[in-house]
């Protein structure tokens, strides 16, 4: 942990997505965070002392699911959300829940590696 009380660029944890059960008000379905501990912090955003995002999403009554997992650091955190603000796209293009397909450019993908959890919605279907 740094002085300023967020960790240090290359500590050591999970870059996690979390898909909101639908939109919020400013038109976002999705949160990237980092994580030393994971279910700490999911629980804080659950509970509504998460990010603004996640606050929001709360006071606006969705449910909140962690959809996909990586380990990582803040500086590859950082990078995935440039790439995000970049095409203007957000992230339902990786979201497993959303059915993304979107390609990440190769250095990043190479960087992030395979998930370390993802969900995926299972559909049923009538007979």
């Known amino acids: 942990m740094s002085t300023n009380g967020f960790p240090a660029p290359n500590a050591r944890g999970v870059i996690y997505l979390v898909h909101f059960s639908g939109r919020t008000n400013q038109n976002r379905q999705h949160y ?32 909140l699911t962690v959809a996909q997992t990586w380990d990582g650091t803040p ?16 992230f339902s293009g990786i979201c497993p829940i959303c059915g993304g397909n979107d390609d990440l450019p190769p250095d990043l993908a190479r960087d992030l590696g395979r998930p370390s959890m993802r969900v995926c919605r299972s559909e049923s279907r009538s007979a």
């Open 32 to 63: 990237l965070g980092f994580s030393s501990d994971l279910e700490r912090r999911y629980r804080q955003h659950r509970l509504g002392w998460g990010a603004n995002e996640t606050r929001k999403a709360i006071a606006e009554g969705l449910k």
């Open 75 to 90: 500086t590859l955190e950082r990078r995935l959300k440039e790439w995000s603000r970049a095409g203007k796209k957000g």
